[in-house]
């Protein structure tokens, strides 16, 4: 399933509820999703539904599996990568791969607008990677 508004909302108050039932009871999140886009590459939400949702991964106490059942495209991919080391899996034939970040088009731009528009994905692309790396150890 998409990481689409409906979905990360109920995530997220899951992961809260489960988390006042004991913050030492694990956690495990099964992962078969393309992200916030469709298979085919249409967008289907925002960037802030996979922060949202691995902002309070990491809020929660409680240890979180997570595990790859298939596909874990863009954010589902970041949402696997924020398992607690040691309890991250991915069955044998699932796949799991980052996206490049998403850019306008450009159409008639100025070349600053441009270079400005060029600069904010980059630095986004960064500090995606950064949190990945942080989470991942």
Request: include cysteine.
């Amino acid at each position: 399933m998409q990481l689409v508004p409906a979905v990360t909302e109920l995530m997220v108050a899951e992961l809260l509820y489960l988390e006042k039932q004991g913050a030492a009871l694990p956690i495990e999140m099964l992962i078969n999703s393309s992200g916030t886009t469709r298979q085919d590459g249409e967008i289907l939400a925002f960037d802030s539904e996979g922060i949202a949702l691995t902002s309070t991964m990491g809020f929660v106490k409680n240890p979180i599996s997570t595990v790859n059942m298939g596909l874990a495209v863009g954010w589902s991919a970041v949402v696997l990568g924020y398992g607690k080391k040691g309890l991250r899996k991915s069955l044998p034939h699932s796949l799991a791969m980052l996206q490049q970040p998403r850019v306008p088009p450009t159409g008639q731009r100025q070349a600053i607008e441009v270079h400005i528009k060029w600069r904010e994905v980059l630095d986004y692309k960064r500090e995606l990677l950064r949190c990945l790396s942080l989470a991942t150890g």
